[in-house]
């Protein structure tokens, strides 16, 4: 006779194949993200190398990271979310929306030193290294753990969400690939809506 797995267990597994399955992506936006905003504050903009540093953790914690590396993983874990309903049912929810909340700080913190690295590698300056330690050793740790909480909110919200849309669309019998382009159109507008409550209601941009 088989033992059930607790839950928690399930929870930590599922978090563990769905980094696994969107790591690759994320370090690969990260690389992108980080190089091709050096090439634009090092050359046409003449930024500094300490400017530079700033730019690139300001777009990843404040402004661009959490909403990249929401929509890299919904595009890489709506077919998996899909398989999941059809197989345990209705009540996976339970199961993946805490997977999801675990493991979107995670990529986020990849994603951000993918972009430090990358932005590193690319850079003409022979100083961007140091800058960088000095710039990182000023974050707080309340930003950090506010952009964890806001990356870990919205991929929470978007995943029930795909959950219940599966649901919906595997009860009236829609083809599945019919069920993931929707999941894709809908989920990345829900996530932008997502994003301007956040900074319009909740942790509003300070310009200073």
């Known amino acids: 006779m088989i033992t059930p797995q607790p839950a928690w267990l399930t929870v930590l597994r599922f978090a563990e194949r769905d980094g696994l399955r969107c790591g690759g992506p994320v370090i690969l936006a990260g690389f992108v993200t980080g190089s091709g905003l050096v090439e634009v504050a090092a050359g046409p903009l003449g930024l500094a190398s300490r400017d530079i540093c700033v730019l690139m953790i300001l777009l990843v914690l404040q402004l661009a990271g959490p909403l990249m590396v929401t929509v890299v993983a919904l595009m890489q874990l709506a077919p998996t979310w899909l398989e999941r309903v059809e197989e345990l049912g209705p009540g996976v929810g339970r199961l993946t929306v805490p997977a999801a909340a675990l493991v979107a700080p995670l990529l986020l913190t990849v994603f951000l030193v993918a972009t430090l690295v990358s932005g590193a590698l690319v850079t003409p300056r022979a100083d961007l290294a140091g800058e960088l330690g000095d710039v990182l050793s000023g974050i707080q740790l309340r930003d950090l753990l506010v952009t964890w909480l806001r990356t870990s909110v919205f991929f929470a919200i978007i995943c029930a969400w795909c959950v219940r849309r599966c649901r919906l669309g595997l009860c009236r019998q ?15 507008v829900l996530i932008l809506l997502l994003k301007l409550v956040w900074i319009v209601a909740i942790d509003p941009i300070n310009l200073q």
Not at 174 to 188: A, K
């Open 174 to 188: 829609v083809p599945q690939g019919e069920i993931v382009s929707e999941l894709l159109n809908h989920g990345i």
